[in-house]
């Protein structure tokens, strides 16, 4: 009669054991929550194995605590690996409290552990085998399936977010290549060329040059802070602004700059500011008005070598609700200046040594290529550029606006 009941013992320890982990699967299968499949993987290990603390660790060198119960709050949320072997027990400290734990049971998936388990209520019963002792082997298994399930979610999860960020890039970088002009103008009065190089997918950095009328054209050159979605989406928001403002409105550039200020606080909230530098040229009478919000002051280059640095402004777009001062730069250009706008992603790009291209170099540049078309004069400095970096990489975007007034 022991013997029948000894195997009727096992076989409802059996019959438990598969059921346990046939529930657990479906929950897997039914795409519970994660918290729904801890509820079940605790209550099979606390109401039916009688398991009386417990600690389970995953993740990868440093260990976050997935499910604890048993012991008190405040113990490690997060653990060393090396700790769990530290010793044969096992303890964690809570402020004044310490709870100990007699096993620590790894879970492995390709012969790397990928969980830690710790319990603590080995030798509870003296006189009766410890749970954790008898079911080893289960509850390896259960919380194998368990963990690698979670992973799996997250791994979909994290596949899903970057794909998502992926289109996010995609549709960025494509509305960036709107902004941007398609062609620059080469005529009898002007000769344009442009370099633009997005130190990520996309970039903040942004240029442009626009026939107001017969006489008179608008060029511009602005850099958002910070980088990726967030500043090319300001950046299109202040670009169809600011090209609406020249098509619909007439004013003076002090006015628009106060305008556009008006935008990029509403747009970006205080979160981020734009720094530019927007200039107008009338071929008639050869002037040349702008206003440097900020921005790197372009080079104005003429046949003499002379050379100015375009500096008069206020500072960047966003930074205040009103604009403390503003500065009107205004000046009559001979024939054949040149005019090169850029981003500080340029002049600060740096060498192995640490040091910067800066403006000496970029000045320099211009002045011994001044007498090349613009389109041969932007290759110039970009292979200066890099001749200079070295192997250093580019740790932000790179835009050159080259504009010669003939």
């Known amino acids: 009669m022991a013997g029948i009941s000894r195997l009727t013992e096992k076989l409802k320890q059996r019959d438990f054991k598969l059921n346990a982990l046939l529930e657990i699967t479906k929950a897997i299968n039914a795409n519970l929550p994660v918290g729904d499949l801890l509820a079940e993987y605790e209550s099979v290990l606390r109401e039916e194995l009688s398991i009386e603390k417990l600690m389970l660790y995953t993740g990868d060198s440093k260990w976050t605590c997935l499910l604890a119960y048993g012991v008190p709050d405040g113990l490690s949320d997060e653990i060393q690996e090396e700790s769990f072997f530290r010793q044969k027990n096992i303890s964690l400290y809570s402020g004044q409290e310490t709870e100990s734990f007699d096993i620590v049971i790894p879970i ?113 050159m602005a850099d958002v802070s910070g980088k990726g979605v967030s500043a090319a989406f300001l950046m299109s928001n202040f670009q169809a602004y600011l090209r609406s403002i020249f098509s619909y409105k007439k004013g003076e550039l002090k006015d628009i700059v106060v305008e556009l200020n008006d935008r990029v606080m509403h747009s970006a909230m205080g979160e981020k500011y734009i720094t530019l530098f927007l200039g107008t040229y009338n071929k008639s009478t050869r002037k040349l008005q702008y206003i440097n919000c900020g921005h ?102 790179l835009a050159i606006l080259s504009c010669r007034f003939l």
């Open 108 to 220: 492995y998936q390709d012969e790397r552990p990928i969980a830690y388990l710790l319990v603590g209520d080995v030798g509870e019963q003296e006189l009766r085998m410890s749970p954790v002792i008898k079911h080893m082997r289960f509850i390896e298994t259960l919380t194998n399936v368990l963990v690698v399930a979670i992973q799996n979610r997250n791994l979909v999860q994290e596949n899903m977010r970057q794909e998502l960020v992926k289109k996010e890039l995609e549709l960025a970088a494509e509305m960036q290549a709107i902004l941007l002009p398609h062609s620059l103008p080469k005529t009898g009065h002007y000769e344009v060329s442009a370099v633009y190089k997005a130190h990520q997918q996309v970039g903040g950095d942004y240029y442009d040059f626009l026939q107001l009328n017969d006489d008179e054209v608008m060029f511009c």
């Open 296 to 397: 790197n002051p372009p080079v104005l280059a003429d046949a003499n070598g002379y050379t100015q640095l375009l500096k008069l402004g206020s500072i960047g777009l966003g930074m205040f609700e009103e604009i403390p001062k503003i500065a009107m730069g205004e000046l009559t250009i001979s024939a054949n200046s040149l005019v090169v706008c850029y981003t500080d992603g340029l002049v600060e790009t740096e060498n192995e040594l640490a040091q910067e291209f800066g403006m000496e170099q970029l000045e320099k540049i211009i002045l011994s290529n001044f007498s090349n078309p613009v389109t041969l004069i932007n290759t110039k400095i970009v292979d200066a550029l890099n001749l200079f970096k070295g192997s250093m990489p580019f740790t932000d975007d």
